[in-house]
């Protein structure tokens, strides 16, 4: 399908993410499927850019965009196929979902601007890999009360004894975080603690206890690590996901909202 006109009033250019210079650009759709993703290039990196319409993007309407699930759902799959198909060749900075510029002027005044910064960006996630760990309670001890004690004193004991054992599951739940964090980020280049996510937004019916993301440089190492872990935390199942583009160790600006 032909891509159609867009005015230049209303042609902006998307930006996916910053490679190397000699890089070409991903065989992908990008969000809007009708035009193609280039290399814009300026400097030592360049940027992987596909023309969008300015009305569709418009800061303004975009939260309404963003309350549509449909739109959402399309957009944001487009982006990480970008993004993944230009991880498969090398190193990328990825920009945030919906990063858009007023026309390729601007880009490239951008890439000129932070062209150290993104440099040293590429260096540093050359050869790597984003993993997420995730790890889930095996089983949550029950919360019931004592309800039917015979007597006060049995129920106030009762009661003392959920409030300890409360807070020597959080003691302990809280020494894995740390021993594991250590352990894998030991074996990892870098590494950042993530807030845990809810049953529904896991996906699980476990509670998760553990969550974080890890700059992979040398996953033989880091994997290996990762397996014996698995086997040294009673009640806790681990969970690797990836290998995503390293959103969690690029320039701030550039990363997720």
């Given at each position: 399908?032909?891509?159609?006109?867009?005015?230049?009033?209303?042609?902006?250019?998307?930006?996916?993410?910053?490679?190397?210079?000699?890089?070409?650009?991903?065989?992908?759709?990008?969000?809007?499927?009708?035009?193609?993703?280039?290399?814009?290039?300026?400097?030592?990196?360049?940027?992987?850019?596909?023309?969008?319409?300015?009305?569709?993007?418009?800061?303004?309407a975009l939260p309404q965009r963003l309350a549509d699930a449909a739109w959402l759902e399309q957009k944001i799959r487009a982006h990480e196929q970008v993004?993944?198909?230009?991880?498969?060749?090398?190193?990328?900075?990825?920009?945030?979902?919906?990063?858009?510029?007023?026309?390729?002027?601007?880009?490239?005044?951008?890439?000129?601007?932070?062209?150290?910064?993104?440099?040293?960006?590429?260096?540093?996630?050359?050869?790597?890999?984003?993993?997420?760990?995730?790890?889930?309670?095996?089983?949550?001890?029950?919360?019931?009360?004592?309800?039917?004690?015979?007597?006060?004193?049995?129920?106030?004991?009762?009661?003392?004894?959920?409030?300890?054992?409360?807070?020597?599951?959080?003691?302990?739940?809280?020494?894995?975080?740390?021993?594991?964090?250590?352990?894998?980020?030991?074996?990892?280049?870098?590494?950042?603690?993530?807030?845990?996510?809810?049953?529904?937004?896991?996906?699980?019916?476990?509670?998760?206890?553990?969550?974080?993301?890890?700059?992979?440089?040398?996953?033989?190492?880091?994997?290996?690590?990762?397996?014996?872990?698995?086997?040294?935390?009673?009640?806790?199942?681990?969970?690797?996901?990836?290998?995503?583009?390293?959103?969690?160790?690029?320039?701030?600006?550039?990363?997720?909202?």
């Open positions: 399908m032909a891509a159609a006109p867009l005015s230049e009033s209303d042609a902006g250019s998307y930006l996916y993410g910053i490679v190397a210079r000699d890089r070409a650009a991903p065989d992908a759709a990008g969000v809007d499927p009708r035009h193609a993703v280039v290399a814009v290039a300026e400097g030592p990196v360049a940027g992987l850019v596909s023309r969008v319409s300015l009305t569709e993007f418009d800061e303004a993004l993944d198909a230009a991880l498969e060749s090398g190193a990328v900075v990825p920009c945030r979902f919906c990063t858009v510029y007023r026309d390729e002027h601007d880009v490239r005044r951008f890439l000129a601007e932070r062209a150290d910064v993104l440099a040293a960006a590429l260096a540093r996630l050359d050869g790597c890999v984003e993993l997420g760990v995730k790890a889930f309670a095996a089983s949550t001890p029950g919360n019931a009360e004592a309800t039917r004690a015979e007597s006060g004193r049995a129920y106030l004991e009762a009661r003392r004894e959920e409030k300890q054992a409360r807070e020597d599951l959080a003691r302990s739940r809280a020494e894995l975080v740390r021993d594991l964090h250590e352990r894998l980020l030991a074996a990892a280049k870098d590494g950042v603690l993530l807030d845990l996510q809810s049953r529904e937004a896991s996906g699980r019916d476990s509670e998760m206890v553990f969550n974080a993301s890890y700059l992979v440089d040398v996953t033989s190492r880091f994997e290996a690590e990762l397996t014996a872990a698995a086997g040294d935390y009673d009640g806790v199942q681990l969970e690797v996901t990836g290998p995503w583009p390293p959103y969690n160790f690029v320039p701030e600006e550039l990363g997720r909202p």
